[in-house]
């Protein structure tokens, strides 16, 4: 069956199954939304494959999130990999017992290894379903007696609810290290330690807002030219003109209207001009060309645009400055202090420093800035199968973590060496984390139980402390984070992409924003633009895009392609949507974790600071 065939058997399905999905036909790369199938077993075909041939069983998952057992299989045949038949043997014969041993994620503190951080309240992945959480929706109905459901192998007896492995890799370090003081260049991504308190006022002298004249007093002028000399600033008035005292009640029949921009742009007398020493005094009823940014000269009482003044050429000779309009006193005119005056706290402790930081420490007066260093992390690329250029061949595939790894991280606020990529051998892994100086490591791939899944064997070798063994999360349970030493730390992505990625924003993102002393992100909650179906057990992280809806406003909607070994849909995404155990209907509000570039984040991941493991 072709991708076509079998969005178009989903559709077919949805108006049987009581279309609660909503809309089953959108156009681009979104994932259909599909009816709430009949039986537990059918709600997740993911975690039922598993059960049922006790290995993995991507395929169905690979597809479409939300749908029935009979689409998965009928998908799954079609595209080549058995569904319900790999290599764990016949239905049923997973190891790991039957559900409802206590194994199941969620349970007090205890089920999850480690520190035993207790779940939060909210944790939605702890209990199995149908126990009650009033904020989950209930288990659909099953029509006759439901078979024990095997647990699955491996990182499930282990696993630590999402919510809780996140606290966990939050608090593995007990803070930040000791900040120090960088180039403002250097400070980007970086967390303020200190208050960035004004240096000096500003602005630090009386600004003129406007390209025009400086005017002092009620008008017409008398025009000024800058540097004492004080004649008009045309050729034809004569100098003891405006030498004579302000008469404003000389007649002012016009001779020639000269425009505001005749005058304003004579560049030959440009006026006083942003950057120049101070001027004199400007005395009443006199007036003199000034620049936007210059300093407004004492005794001017507002600043009147170039488009608003008309200079005359008088019968009498003289040339005055007119506003037809009225001036009030100070317009225009950004007086000292006016945003901060020195020794104000403009930003607190715990800023993050981005690029309008940055600018505002510039303008304050600031060199440097006293902030915590971000954390140095390595990556390293595990698997003999992966290709680092040219097409994929032979059974060998590209390396789709190295390029993806490191710049996320630095979006984190890490200082991300380029990831380098290691042979699928012991010794290999455990001398790379043996030497590395990095205060994180990410591993990508080898954290399952595979002949080359060197990962968990090389951590009891290096006696590592394991704190998160497998989280109850889709994708990418096989996760875990280890204890390498005092502010030491190891997180073993899955080698599956977007399970790796999961496990990036899982244990990776808690660690790093408590070593760069960064704010979590405010949680942010949005409606389901469709359907998801939810695993029984398991919080799923599903990539989401932000779409306008006419009942719910804006909503996220679930995109397709969000199987564990696939990109296709995170790389469309605004973010993650954090589905509970049993799924969540359209309309209902899910936490989503945004991606740090569709945040409003700050996305410093173009370069690391060029330390290798080498550096001390
Ligand atoms: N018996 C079991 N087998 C597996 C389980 C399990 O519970 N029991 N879990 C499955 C799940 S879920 C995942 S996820 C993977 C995790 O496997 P590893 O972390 O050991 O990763 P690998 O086996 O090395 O690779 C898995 C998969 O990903 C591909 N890969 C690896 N690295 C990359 C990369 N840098 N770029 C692109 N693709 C990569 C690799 O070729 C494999 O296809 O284990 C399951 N098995
Ligand atoms: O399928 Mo795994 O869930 O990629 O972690």
Partial sequence: MTEGEFDAALDALAPANGGAGGPVSRPGDRMHTHPRVHTDADTYVHTDTYAHTGTHGHTPQDTVAGMSATCAAHHASGSGEPSGTGPGGPSGTGPGGPSGTGTGPGGPSGTGPGPGVPSSPGDRSGPAPGSGDPARPKAPTTSGPRPPRPIPPGPRAHSTPWRTAREIAGRAVSGPPVPTASLLADALGRTLAEPLTALSDLPSFDTSAMDGWAVSGPGPWYIDRPGGDRTTAEAKQPTDAIKEPADKTADTTDTTDKTAHDTAHDTAHPGILAGHAPTEPLPDGHAIRIATGARVPPGATAVLRSEHGEVRDLADGRTRLYAPRPVSPGQDIRPRGQECRRGDQLLPA???????????????????????????????????????????????????????????????????????????????????????????????????????????????????????????????????????????????????????????????????????????????????????????????????????????????????????????????????????????????????????????????????????????
């Fill in 350 to 616: 715990g800023t993050l420093v981005t690029p309008a930081v940055l600018g505002l420490a510039a303008a304050a007066g600031y060199d440097e800035l006293t902030a915590y260093p971000r954390p140095r992390v390595e990556v390293l690329v595990l698997g003999d199968e992966l290709l680092q250029h040219g097409l994929p061949q032979e059974g060998r595939i590209r390396d789709a973590l190295g390029p993806m790894i490191a710049p996320w991280l630095r979006a984190l606020g890490a200082d991300a060496a380029p990831a380098r990529h290691l042979a699928d051998d012991a010794d290999t892994l455990y001398a790379a984390i043996a030497t590395s100086t990095a205060e994180v490591l990410i591993t990508t791939g080898g954290t399952a139980s595979g002949p080359v899944d060197h990962v968990h064997p090389t951590l009891r070798r290096l006696g590592a402390e394991v704190l998160v063994d497998g989280v109850a999360v889709r994708p990418g349970h096989p996760m875990l984070l280890a204890r390498l030493g005092p502010r030491r730390h190891l997180v073993g992505l899955p080698g599956n992409p977007l399970a790796a990625v999961s496990g990036l924003l899982t244990l990776a993102e808690p660690l790093l924003r408590t070593l760069a002393a960064r704010r979590p992100a405010a949680a942010r909650r949005t409606p389901l633009f469709g359907s998801v179906h939810g695993h029984p057990h398991d919080t799923r992280l599903v990539p989401v895009a932000h779409r306008d809806d006419a009942r719910y406003g804006l909503t996220a909607e679930p995109l397709r392609f969000h199987g564990p070994a696939m990109l296709r849909g995170i790389a469309a995404a605004d973010a993650l949507a954090v589905v509970p155990p049993g799924g969540a209907d359209r309309g209902t509000e899910v936490e989503l974790l945004e991606l740090p570039w569709s945040a409003g984040g700050l996305t410093d991941w173009s370069s690391s600071d060029g330390w290798s493991s080498s550096d001390g």
